[in-house]
T-cell receptor
């Protein structure tokens, strides 16, 4: 059975701190790893990673995938209160199939 | 708004009643997915469609659950004889899959969900 595990479960930091969120996966016929941010409603897409060792960046967020060790990290630098959310990672079996999600990391950024 | 749209936003029902939710995906997307999310958990896969064909169902999808996508556009998820354990957020997502030397897929884009409360 496919499994995705995220750590830590929750994290409280102050504005300006840098955080690293972890995601390990066991997904049959793994194709890609996706990160989402979920505030109150819909998970919103952040990154999709298919290749090992290639960092993807979007502003203060970056992510990288290690397909040998079966994990990914999401980094957020210079955190802001607007970064407070649940961050979800998900493994995808092949290009079109469903995602298996981890339980999420709840990040709270205090002013 | 060209995102994924779900209706209703909230549904409160009594145990034993039937409920139906609707999802309108992004128009050019050919794949449509249903997920269920309970408090403190990540979304759990229920089922997905490629156009009008239902290609996979999770074992979480009991006989009381049925989903359709009759014309390959919008989809409905019906829960019959609701139970308190069905209380959750039901999320719909869509994506585009195409073939170019192998299958390629866009990220899933999610709607805002339907929150179901069974009393």
């Amino acid at each position: 059975e496919d499994k995705v595990v995220q750590s830590p479960l929750s994290l409280v930091v102050h504005e300006g701190d840098t955080v690293t969120l972890n995601c390990s996966y066991e997904v049959t016929n793994f194709r890609s790893l996706l990160w989402y941010k979920q505030e109150k409603k819909a998970p919103t897409f952040l990154f999709m990673l298919t290749s090992s060792g290639i960092e993807k960046k979007s502003g203060r967020l970056s992510s990288i995938l290690d397909k040998k060790e079966l994990f990914s990290i999401l980094n957020i630098t210079a955190t802001q209160t607007g970064d407070s959310a649940i961050y979800l990672c998900a493994g995808r079996e092949s290009a079109g199939n469903m995602l298996t999600f981890g339980g999420g990391t709840r990040l709270m950024v205090k002013p | 708004d060209t995102g994924v749209s779900q209706n209703p936003r909230h549904k409160i029902t009594k145990r034993g009643q039937n409920v139906t939710f609707r999802c309108d995906p992004i128009s050019e997307h050919n794949r449509l997915y249903w997920y269920r999310q309970t408090l403190g958990q990540g979304p759990e896969f229920l089922t997905y469609f490629q156009n009008e064909a239902q290609l996979e169902k999770s074992r979480l999808l009991s006989d009381r659950f049925s989903a359709e996508r009759p014309k390959g556009s919008f989809s409905t998820l019906e829960i019959q004889r609701t139970e308190q354990g069905d209380s959750a957020m039901y999320l719909c997502a869509s994506s585009l899959v195409w073939w170019a030397g192998g299958a390629r897929g866009s990220p899933l884009h999610f709607g805002n969900g339907t929150r179901l409360t069974v009393t």
